[in-house]
């Protein structure tokens, strides 16, 4: 999926709230920002959007010094979620439906995402815990997944935050961990998942778990290691977590399921579904999208 | 108030919105965003956010060749006022404190900015109103304020939006007409009000109205006309409505009262007061809190 004009005033925002996280000199944030800025108008918009991230995320780190500007913030997300899971674990396995429930849990682990919104907001969080467990979720695509996931002999998880990795841990759980590979991203970028989280999610414990040797936001292809690029290839299932994957992944013809909250208008429009609500999109259906929307920006 | 590194993201949204408004060729919003990009790489943070929004938009208008992107935008919240003025009137009529109820209503009409939102929601505009009528108001600031408009043999009031000014009518019509001039902006920027919105609200009929020669989107002094900067010297109280005149004023020393809801995080931290906020300010108080921030910010 490319990347929309809508997505400049993101890019924007995010890189002061990644300078704004390593150090309070606001010479060093204008710096940054100009830089940010020269950046983004000589860019190309047909890159995905996590691709420009990944540029612009480099250019902050390098500016600051600071290897990982979000660490403090994927520790917090952390600890929150690792702090709720006992819980979650209880409404899971008093569940009626416990595995449209983890589906909905491991969608709601993504509102811990300091990417996208400013402050961690523990209510916010409860509140969406319980909406989650009330969202509508796509029948047809969950029984195309249960059928997949008993089909496939090899399976990709593609984690997304740091958090989210926690609940994600309630679906893993679910899913047959003799054939399973969970992978995070190479090096830190905004607040991704990298091994240090699945480490602290216990993940290690209960399944492989590999890196995607990219530090980019989501999962760029051409820029991750050869022995993912294996293991992607290779794999007859892929379960994606969380918008950055669908915007890098959505034009890739593999047999991927994405599992996200659709948080912005852009990926809305991409998806036609609305925002804030819970997505299981099957690759199938995401080409379509975008081969549809293709032609209709063909025909403007 | 000098520009924050937050209002850039702001700039760049609002970019997009007005290129938005006067064409769907994807390819001038492109043109457009990244020239605006450039220049705000380039850009002096010291100016106050509507002198940057004022090269942005003369920009935008030069690039798409339409002097006036936001005609739509205003014609609409002018007729959305009109149509809810009948009823504003009866309840201002009908109010145990018509004065500050007027005060309120004049800044609930701050709502109607395309300029922030990107769409009017009407019934965002009845709870508005209806929640403004509610709002905590400073009673210390309105003693000042009705002191003030009884000794000031020279009144100006400066309107803010279109829409805006016909709400404002509810608040100039309790002024002493025969000692007010109410100014507009002197061509079109963003959803300024300008001549033909100040018509729309019929306030030529009832006072004097004139324009201050700019087209920056608030009262850049250095850029009004003679006519206009003798009107300003000249006046005993001055009437400033709206974040746009605030932010170009907070630091002129004269006799003014700002009247404006706090809309963003970087006017709610300069004010000292709550994002949301209905607020009166007393230019001393403004000034006060601005010289506050510099020693703050010199401190740091």
Redesign the interface.
């Known amino acids: 999926m490319r990347t929309y ?2 997505c ?3 890019f ?2 995010q890189s ?1 709230e990644a300078s704004q996280f390593v150090t ?1 000199d ?1 010479e060093i ?2 710096r940054v ?3 940010v ?2 950046e ?3 860019m190309d ?1 047909s890159m995905s959007s996590p691709e420009m991230a990944q540029i612009i995320q480099r250019l902050i780190r390098s500016h600051t010094g600071i290897a990982d500007p979000y660490a403090t913030v994927k520790k917090q997300s952390n600890e929150i979620a690792l702090g709720l899971y006992p819980r979650l674990e209880k409404i899971v396995n008093e569940s009626k439906n416990p595995f449209v429930d983890v589906l909905r849990l491991a969608i709601a682990g993504n509102i811990i995402d300091f990417g996208v919104n400013h402050n961690i907001d523990l209510n916010l969080v409860e509140e969406t815990i319980e909406s989650a467990l009330h969202a509508p979720m796509p029948e047809t695509a969950i029984g195309e997944l249960q059928k997949e996931i008993e089909r496939a002999k090899t399976i990709l998880y593609l984690a997304d935050n740091a958090g989210e990795i926690v609940f994600d841990r309630l679906l893993i759980e679910r899913l047959p961990l003799e054939r399973l590979t969970v992978a995070v991203r190479g090096a830190p970028v905004l607040n991704d998942a990298t091994m240090p989280d699945a480490w602290v999610a216990g993940l290690p414990d209960i399944v492989e778990v590999i890196d995607n040797g990219s530090d980019a936001p989501g999962t760029f292809l051409a820029d991750c290691s050869e022995d993912f690029l294996q293991r992607f290839e290779n794999a007859d299932l892929i379960l994606a977590k969380g918008q950055g994957n669908y915007e890098t992944l959505s034009d890739v013809e593999h047999n991927i399921f994405f599992l996200l909250k659709i948080k912005c208008a852009v990926v809305a429009r991409n998806t036609g579904l609305a925002t804030g609500s819970f997505a299981l999109i099957h690759s199938n259906q995401a080409g379509a999208q975008a081969a549809e929307e293709a032609h209709a ?1 063909a025909a ?1």
Chains 1, 2 share one sequence.
């Open positions: 004009l809508e400049i005033a993101c924007v925002r002061l309070d606001t944030h204008e920002m100009r830089d800025l020269r983004l108008q000589g918009f920006s403007l």
